[in-house]
Each structure stands twice: as structure tokens, then as C-alpha cells.
């Protein structure tokens, strides 16, 4: 099995920051894609930003230029740092991964548990 746990999120004012960390453990082989995605209380749950293995990322188009993802592959541990936070990133930021587990098997998503960011205006 694979685990992904998530660390960093809490309560801060708006236009500062956090750095939210996501380290994954267990039966790994590889790892593909890792990402953030977060959902608002009422909203669905979207993409924040995802980078590769080789260090290619994607992000939202509305969070460029304030956030800042980045991974150790090392340590199987993908990061996010966010600046200049606003009251609207208010959500629930989850970490996800691509892992495959065997030689000759498929790639799966894993999810983590979930980390509470809030920003208070």
C-alpha cells in the first residue's frame, strides 16, 4: 500500500504565506506525476498544480506567479509554496500522486488526507 501525508497548512493572514509538504511511503517502485489540488467548502475539487518526475510543472492559471510547487524525488516528497495568500485559497489542499507499485503494472492515483489552509482577510 501507499500512504501520502500531508503537513503545513493552518491559519494565516491574507498576503502571507505557507509551504505545504506531501511525503509518500509504502510499497513504491516509481513515481510518475505528483500535484496539489484543493476544494473550497461548496466548490469541486481542482487542480493547483501538478510536476513530473523531470521537474515540469503545471499550474492553474489563476495561482501562477504566487505559487510555487516542487518535489524531492529522493524523498518522494512534493511541495507547494504559497505566497501572498488571499482569503479565496481558503480549502482543502490534497496531495496526489501516480505510483506504480509493480514492474509490469499500471500506474495508480493516491490521494492524501487532506490539509486545512485558511486565510482570514
Known amino acids: 500500500q501507499v500512504q501520502l501525508v500531508e503537513s503545513g497548512g493552518g491559519l494565516v493572514q491574507a498576503g502571507g504565506s505557507l509551504r505545504l509538504s506531501c511525503a509518500a511511503s509504502?510499497?513504491?517502485?516509481?513515481?510518475?506525476?505528483m500535484g496539489w489540488y484543493r476544494q473550497a467548502p461548496g466548490k469541486q475539487r481542482e487542480l493547483v498544480a501538478t510536476?513530473?518526475?523531470?521537474?515540469?510543472?503545471n499550474y492553474a492559471d489563476s495561482l501562477k506567479g504566487r505559487f510555487t510547487i516542487s518535489r524531492d524525488n529522493a524523498k518522494n516528497t512534493v511541495y507547494l509554496q504559497m505566497n501572498s495568500l488571499k482569503p479565496e485559497d481558503t480549502a482543502v489542499y490534497y496531495c496526489?500522486?501516480?505510483?506504480?507499485?509493480?514492474?509490469?503494472?499500471?500506474?495508480?492515483?493516491?490521494w492524501g488526507q487532506g490539509t486545512q489552509v485558511t486565510v482570514s482577510s
Open positions: 509504502g510499497s513504491i517502485l516509481s513515481i510518475n506525476l
Open positions: 496526489n500522486a501516480q505510483v506504480r507499485t509493480t514492474f509490469y503494472g499500471p500506474r495508480h492515483d493516491y
Open positions: 510536476i513530473t518526475t523531470g521537474g515540469s510543472t
